[in-house]
T-cell receptor, first 114, second 113 residues
Framework: DVKVTQSSRYLVKRTGEKVFLECVQD?????MFWYRQDPGLGLRLIYF???????EKGDIPEGYSVSREKKERFSLILESASTNQTSMYLC?????????????FGNGTRLTVT | AQSVTQLDSHVSVSEGTPVLLRCNYS??????LFWYVQHPNKGLQLLLK??????LVKGINGFEAEFKKSETSFHLTKPSAHMSDAAEYFC???????????FGTGTRLKVLA
């Protein structure tokens, strides 16, 4: 079974702090994704990566950056955390080949910015 | 453009009765379709996927979904609800030839004892 591991389940940070959310997958998947999930807004794509050192903006990239130095690891960075970034963050991965490749999700990181 | 509509935001059923969660999609090309379940404070777990090999797809925990191209639907069913099925369910379509997955807004399933 694919395992996607997010380093923290709960995180509390102060406004203005730089925040790192880490995600590791163990199935050699080419694609990795970061979503945020908010009540009433569903899941929104922040960034995704289809290869090492490659990244593409999703629907809401403002205030975020990402890093993918190794195939198994995809980091989400909040350069200067703000209260409107309080959310549930979900990392996912998928194989590149074939359109029937599903997303495999981690358990999420619930971030609170105070 | 691709889109997914989950027709009910909330569904309540009694334990032991059938479950029907409705999903309609819009796709210019042959879609890839998925159903996911999310329990509170957890990530999303894949229930089943449509791969174009068969229109009736069986998933985990007794769930099934039927792909109906003429109706552009991919409804999720289960013959008999269990208390542990209470969760939020998401219908997802993958855009052919891209990396983009389109999520429905979710259906919260409540199971009454």
């Amino acid at each position: 079974d694919v395992k996607v591991t997010q380093s923290s389940r709960y995180l509390v940070k102060r406004t203005g702090e730089k925040v790192f959310l880490e995600c590791v997958q163990d199935m050699d998947h080419e694609n990795m994704f970061w979503y945020r999930q908010d009540p009433g807004l569903g899941l929104r794509l922040i960034y995704f990566s289809y290869d090492v050192k490659m990244k593409e903006k999703g629907d809401i990239p403002e205030g975020y950056s990402v890093s993918r130095e190794k195939k198994e690891r995809f980091s989400l960075i909040l350069e200067s955390a703000s209260t409107n970034q309080t959310s549930m963050y979900l990392c996912a991965s998928s194989k590149s080949a074939g359109n029937n490749s599903p997303l495999h999700f981690g358990n999420g990181t619930r971030l609170t910015v105070t | 453009a691709q889109s997914v509509t989950q027709l009910d935001s909330h569904v309540s059923v009694s334990e032991g009765t059938p479950v029907l969660l409705r999903c309609n999609y819009s796709s210019s090309y042959s879609p890839s379709l998925f159903w996911y379940v999310q329990h509170p404070n957890k990530g999303l777990q894949l229930l089943l996927k449509y791969t174009s090999a068969a229109t009736l797809v069986k998933g985990i925990n007794g769930f099934e979904a039927e792909f109906k191209k003429s109706e552009t639907s991919f409804h999720l069913t289960k013959p008999s609800a269990h208390m542990s099925d209470a969760a939020e369910y998401f219908c997802v379509v993958r855009t052919s030839g891209t990396y983009k997955y389109i999520f429905g807004t979710g259906t919260r399933l409540k199971v009454l004892a």
